[in-house]
């Protein structure tokens, strides 16, 4: 597709349950970022992956929390064991090498995840 | 540490100027980026700079001090669909973009 694609848009599930969210970012770029956007609140990086580089994780909040990319392309985020406050928007963007270095990252519309 | 200060909120009448600043102190710097993002969608790039000074682009302007740590959007002849969140985001090491809580404006008629 031409722009970057997240699944699924919405989830809903129970508290203890895994969930995983996919990313499919734009074809040829190389840099992708999770976000993760609670209600009126700005954006919480949580992992990047550039190339075949190690992911940068400083971001993740817990062990709950992973990622992977495969093939350099497609990436899924998971989270186990949910709880409530994991109820956010998770965004997910790419961008052509780095995102300094070209000035614009594309924002996938979200997955919005709702914990009960 | 990371740290990227904007006000929480700001309103503005049709027609107006008004300025968004933002302050950050980041571990490397390269470069400052502003996004515009509209409730319930994402974010949408607006604006980079990496050199100081203004960049102008339309009705949207932003400008960088390296030197004080500091950025400032500047929006003229508002609109009503100019309502939306703006944030600041600092590229730093690694590249790795870090984003302020965003200030949400609001422009009345």
């Known amino acids: 597709g031409a722009g970057v694609s997240q699944s699924p848009s919405n989830k809903v599930t129970e508290k203890g349950k895994d969930v995983e969210l996919r990313c499919d970012p734009i074809?040829?770029?190389?840099?992708l970022y999770w976000y993760r956007q609670s209600l009126g609140q700005g954006l919480e990086f949580l992992i990047y992956?550039?190339?075949?580089?190690?992911?940068?994780k400083s971001g993740l909040p817990s062990d709950r929390f992973s990622a992977e990319r495969t093939g350099g392309s497609v990436s899924t985020l998971t989270i186990q064991r949910t709880q409530q406050e994991d109820s956010a928007v998770y965004l997910c963007?790419?961008?052509?090498?780095?995102?300094?270095?070209?000035?614009?990252?594309?924002f996938g519309e979200g997955s919005r995840l709702t914990v009960l | 540490g990371q740290n990227i200060d904007q006000p929480t909120e700001m309103t503005a009448t049709e027609g107006a100027i008004v300025q968004i600043n933002c302050t950050y102190q980041?571990?490397?710097?390269?470069?400052l980026f502003w996004y515009q993002q509209h409730a319930g969608e994402a974010p949408t790039f607006l604006s980079y700079?990496?050199?100081?000074g203004l960049e102008e682009k339309g009705r949207f302007s932003s400008f960088l001090s390296r030197s004080k740590g500091y950025s400032y959007l500047l929006l003229k002849e508002l609109q009503m669909k100019d309502s939306a969140s703006y944030l600041c985001?600092?590229?730093?090491?690694?590249?790795?973009?870090?984003f302020g809580a965003g200030t949400r404006l609001a422009v009345h008629p």
């Open positions: 963007a790419s961008s052509l090498v780095g995102a300094s270095n070209t000035g614009e990252l594309f």
């Open positions: 074809s040829g770029h190389t840099a």
């Open positions: 992956f550039q190339g075949n580089s190690a992911p940068d």
């Open positions: 980041t571990s490397g710097f390269n470069g």
């Open positions: 700079n990496v050199l100081d």
């Open positions: 985001a600092v590229g730093g090491g690694y590249n790795k973009l870090i």
